[in-house]
């Protein structure tokens, strides 16, 4: 049972370019979340998937995509990245319940 | 929507001392306050939560306490150890149809001084 897993774990990006981020979870939980995290802010939620085949949006929207691909797996895109999108990223997952599971997190440098 | 402030953002106490950190929330329909422990380079864990309908629960050195009047609670940490270094997110959240919408706080960063 690996609980929430992210790939990658860290990713350099020039301006413009593109990066999907994976997340998955073996729990069997309905909601899964992106989470960016930066100095003094927080999380701050970017996309949730309340249950499989739905997804709304966060926060901090502007910038990111995200695709449902069925239970187990919530990717985020980023199609065009910007210095402002710099940050650490966390995916989470609940079982509709409350406790967040998190994983590992992605740290991404645009330059 | 909910807005929940974090204080303080940093904290230094000597080992063996208690350490408090207090949130606010804003939406009085936010009923589950779960406060999260991360470590340097790690992810967020749950360390203890408090839902809406109890007033104070412990586990072991930790405690939260919720006053809903007020629209506050806190995080109390006795007999602090240098293991209790991190930073500590509160979080406030409700639910709506199957899925939990939580707030964060912005984190303070707990130095515990051997």
């Known amino acids: 049972n690996a609980g929430v897993t992210q790939t990658p774990k860290f990713q350099v990006l020039k301006t413009g370019q593109s990066m999907t981020l994976q997340c998955a979870q073996d729990?069997?939980?309905?909601?899964m979340y992106w989470y960016r995290q930066d100095p003094g802010m927080g999380l701050r939620l970017i996309y949730y998937s309340a249950s499989e085949g739905t997804t709304d949006k966060g926060e901090v929207p502007n910038g990111y995509n995200v695709s449902r691909l069925n239970k187990r797996e919530f990717s985020l895109r980023l199609e065009s990245a910007a210095p402002s999108q710099t940050s650490v990223y966390f995916c989470a997952s609940t079982t509709g319940g409350e406790t967040q599971y998190f994983g590992p997190g992605t740290r991404l440098l645009v330059l | 929507g909910e807005n929940v402030e974090q204080h303080p953002s940093t904290l230094s106490v000597q080992e063996g001392d208690s350490a408090v950190i207090k949130c606010t929330y804003s939406d009085s329909a936010s009923n589950y306050f779960p406060w999260y422990k991360q470590e340097l380079g790690k992810r967020p864990q749950l360390i203890i939560d408090?839902?809406?309908?109890?007033g104070e629960k412990k586990d072991q050195r930790i405690a939260v306490t919720l006053n809903k009047t007020a629209k506050h609670f806190s995080l109390h940490i006795t007999e602090t150890q240098p293991e209790d270094s991190a930073v500590y997110f509160c979080a406030a959240s409700k639910g709506s149809g199957g899925y939990q919408k939580v707030t964060f706080g912005t984190g303070t960063k707990l130095q515990v001084i051997p």
């Open positions: 729990m069997n939980h309905n909601s």
């Open positions: 408090i839902r809406s309908n109890v």
